[in-house]
């Protein structure tokens, strides 16, 4: 325990961040030198995937993962003990590869859902929980204890990382992190962030100067295809239950003040420092600007595991709070921890494995380090088919948008702001803003949804994606345009309601209502069908 105490001290020190900001701003001019030599140009379009879920009881509680889950293969640690995610390796965009993430995909998790089974546990694919351990969430949320000056959530894994950087955000927001959510006004610690899991595509670039513009593409998508996706409407259900006790407050009034997407309002908030870190990133111009800007941003801590500031890195874990699996290359991993508090809602990603293709022996030029997106909007998917079937819209649109020439980097930046924080207030019935083909600015959702579907088509036809895979892929997520419920987070609310109206009470209607998920999620059927 004191080792992680003097890990944490040494991560907060002035002169350790100072030698650290030294080392990511050599790193930043050494990274460009490499990006403009061509030693990140890679030879193919390529995906892969981060799937984070969390774990319960046979009660439906949330509950800790047991560690001997993570010597499963393609399964990792997260910021909470309840957190576990699952990851693919990377393909080259292509029939198989799409077909090889979606299998690698079901091989994990039916690994996971083996060793989970003899703990009488399961893993869930959720956005946020709602039935909470037994103690309650507040203790839950809430417990810990300070050693020599340093505070220990009890629900945290103790990586000096994630200590470090929960020291730091707690004392600039005065001993709690404000959330100003209806039944969850505040927290103790940026453990808080946990209620919440997500997953996050990645796209390799093959030609590293074009990230800017798909960077910029994607800011625009984020708005609709969260829209489709939303999937966290509900805080745990005790919360409410306190909220509503002394009958000040109605439930329809909480939830109509509560968005369809809880999820990012409690992620931005969880690391608010002062500086507005977590948002939707501003649109960059060339490779230079953008690594800039992560060089620049406000440093936190210094990472613990770097050992000596000044020169070479040595092996260790690279924690962060939103816990991804990144491989950035070792030669960059004072920029790589750097980036990895570089909070937007997507971002580039440095290095990394080389990608399989349908021959099996990676890409054509076997190159390893590249340049790819992190697509972090996303909330997790009921199914792995849902999952899949978002990889594929987001690969789709962006290479699609590319490929056409179409204009929609030229909707202003203002609109996509606009548009992604109206999903996350409103899901499904989200006022969006979308640049149509034609250079025509609209709010209508059928058309944006039209030209979003076959901009997806056009991208993956293009990267040699089959069209029985493309349909296979797409047509789950396409189908929650006609269904009753357009996301999941509007079918929670309506499944709420209707226990509310057969006499459940408010935590009662929640439990229920996710039991019922939970079952529905673990049968496979992609969501459009429940």
Same mark, same amino acid.
């Given at each position: 325990?004191?080792?992680?105490?003097?890990?944490?001290?040494?991560?907060?020190?002035?002169?350790?961040?100072?030698?650290?900001?030294?080392?990511?701003?050599?790193?930043?001019?050494?990274?460009?030198?490499?990006?403009?030599?061509?030693?990140?140009?890679?030879?193919a379009f390529a995906m892969g995937l981060e799937l984070e879920g969390y774990v319960v009881d046979d009660a439906g509680r949330l509950?800790?993962?047991?560690?001997?889950?993570?010597?499963?293969?393609?399964?990792?640690?997260?910021?909470?003990?309840?957190?576990?995610?699952?990851? /693919?390796?990377?393909?080259?965009?292509?029939?198989?590869?799409?077909?090889?993430?979606?299998?690698?995909?079901?091989?994990?998790?039916?690994?996971?859902?083996?060793?989970?089974?003899?703990?009488?546990?399961?893993?869930?694919?959720?956005?946020?929980?709602?039935?909470?351990?037994?103690?309650?969430?507040?203790?839950?949320?809430?417990?810990?204890?300070?050693?020599?000056?340093v505070f220990l959530a009890d629900g945290m894994r103790p990586v000096p990382r994630y200590v470090a950087l929960d020291q730091v955000i707690r004392?600039? &927001?005065?001993?709690?992190?404000?959330?100003?959510?209806?039944?969850?006004?505040?927290?103790?610690?940026?453990?808080?962030?946990?209620?919440?899991?997500?997953?996050?595509?990645?796209?390799?670039?093959?030609?590293?100067?074009?990230?800017?513009?798909?960077? &910029?593409?994607?800011?625009?998508?984020?708005?609709?295809? %969260?829209?489709?996706?939303?999937?966290?409407?509900?805080?745990?259900?005790? %919360?409410?239950?306190?909220?509503?006790?002394?009958?000040?407050?109605?439930?329809?009034?909480?939830?109509?003040?509560?968005?369809?997407?809880?999820?990012?309002?409690?992620?931005?908030?969880?690391?608010?420092?002062?500086?507005?870190?977590?948002?939707?990133?501003?649109?960059?111009?060339?490779?230079?600007?953008?690594?800039?800007?992560?060089?620049?941003?406000?440093?936190?801590?210094?990472?613990?595991?770097?050992?000596?500031?000044?020169?070479?890195?040595?092996?260790?874990?690279?924690?962060?709070?939103?816990?991804?699996?990144?491989?950035?290359?070792?030669?960059?991993?004072?920029?790589?921890?750097?980036?990895?508090?570089?909070?937007?809602?997507?971002?580039?990603?440095?290095?990394?494995?080389?990608?399989?293709?349908?021959?099996?022996?990676?890409?054509?030029?076997?190159?390893?380090?590249?340049?790819?997106?992190?697509?972090?909007?996303?909330?997790?998917?009921?199914?792995?088919?849902?999952?899949?079937?978002?990889?594929?819209?987001?690969?789709?649109?962006?290479?699609?948008?590319?490929?056409?020439?179409?204009?929609?980097?030229?909707?202003?930046?203002?609109?996509?702001?606009?548009?992604?924080?109206?999903?996350?207030?409103?899901?499904?019935?989200?006022?969006?803003?979308?640049? /149509?083909?034609?250079?025509?600015? /609209?709010?209508?959702?059928?058309?944006?949804?039209?030209?979003?579907?076959?901009?997806?088509?056009?991208?993956?036809?293009?990267?040699?994606?089959?069209?029985?895979?493309?349909?296979?892929?797409?047509?789950?997520?396409?189908?929650?345009?006609?269904?009753?419920?357009?996301?999941?987070?509007?079918?929670?609310?309506?499944?709420?309601?209707?226990?509310?109206?057969?006499?459940?009470?408010?935590?009662?209607?929640?439990?229920?209502?996710?039991?019922?998920?939970?079952?529905?999620?673990?049968?496979?059927?992609?969501?459009?069908?429940?």
């Open positions: 325990m004191m080792e992680t105490i003097e890990s944490v001290r040494g991560a907060l020190e002035a002169e350790r961040r100072a030698a650290f900001d030294r080392r990511v701003h050599r790193e930043a001019d050494s990274l460009r030198a490499a990006v403009r030599a061509g030693e990140f140009d890679a030879g509950a800790a993962a047991p560690e001997n889950v993570f010597e499963t293969d393609g399964c990792s640690r997260e910021l909470g003990l309840h957190n576990v995610e699952l990851h /693919t390796a990377p393909d080259v965009v292509s029939d198989g590869g799409l077909r090889r993430q979606a299998s690698e995909l079901r091989s994990t998790h039916r690994s996971v859902r083996d060793v989970l089974r003899e703990s009488d546990r399961r893993f869930v694919f959720d956005a946020m929980w709602t039935v909470p351990p037994e103690a309650g969430t507040r203790r839950h949320l809430g417990d810990g204890r300070t050693v020599d000056g004392e600039r &927001n005065g001993g709690r992190i404000d959330l100003d959510l209806p039944a969850l006004a505040s927290a103790e610690s940026m453990l808080v962030e946990s209620l919440a899991t997500s997953m996050q595509p990645h796209l390799q670039i093959p030609d590293p100067t074009d990230v800017p513009r798909y960077l &910029n593409v994607a800011t625009r998508t984020m708005g609709p295809i %969260l829209s489709l996706s939303s999937n966290s409407p509900f805080l745990p259900a005790d %919360l409410y239950e306190e909220a509503l006790a002394d009958g000040s407050e109605e439930f329809e009034d909480l939830l109509a003040e509560t968005p369809h997407e809880l999820r990012i309002p409690i992620f931005e908030r969880s690391v608010e420092d002062g500086s507005n870190k977590c948002r939707v990133p501003r649109d960059v111009k060339t490779m230079d600007e953008l690594i800039e800007r992560i060089a620049s941003d406000p440093t936190l801590v210094a990472p613990p595991d770097l050992g000596d500031q000044e020169g070479a890195g040595n092996d260790g874990e690279n924690g962060e709070p939103d816990g991804d699996g990144d491989e950035d290359t070792d030669d960059y991993r004072a920029f790589a921890a750097k980036r990895g508090t570089y909070w937007r809602w997507v971002r580039p990603v440095f290095g990394g494995e080389i990608p399989r293709a349908d021959d099996g022996d990676g890409t054509p030029d076997g190159v390893a380090d590249s340049v790819r997106i992190e697509y972090r909007p996303l909330p997790t998917q009921p199914t792995i088919r849902d999952t899949v079937g978002m990889q594929a819209l987001v690969t789709g649109v962006l290479r699609g948008v590319d490929a056409t020439g179409h204009p929609l980097a030229t909707l202003p930046w203002k609109d996509a702001e606009a548009s992604f924080y109206a999903a996350v207030d409103d899901g499904p019935d989200a006022d969006l803003r979308w640049m /149509t083909r034609d250079g025509e600015e /609209t709010t209508a959702t059928g058309r944006i949804y039209d030209e979003l579907f076959a901009l997806a088509r056009r991208g993956l036809d293009e990267l040699g994606v089959g069209s029985e895979t493309i349909e296979w892929a797409l047509g789950p997520i396409e189908a929650r345009r006609e269904a009753t419920h357009g996301a999941p987070s509007a079918w929670k609310r309506a499944q709420v309601r209707e226990n509310l109206a057969d006499g459940a009470s408010v935590a009662e209607a929640i439990e229920e209502m996710q039991r019922t998920y939970v079952e529905r999620s673990a049968s496979g059927t992609p969501y459009a069908q429940w």
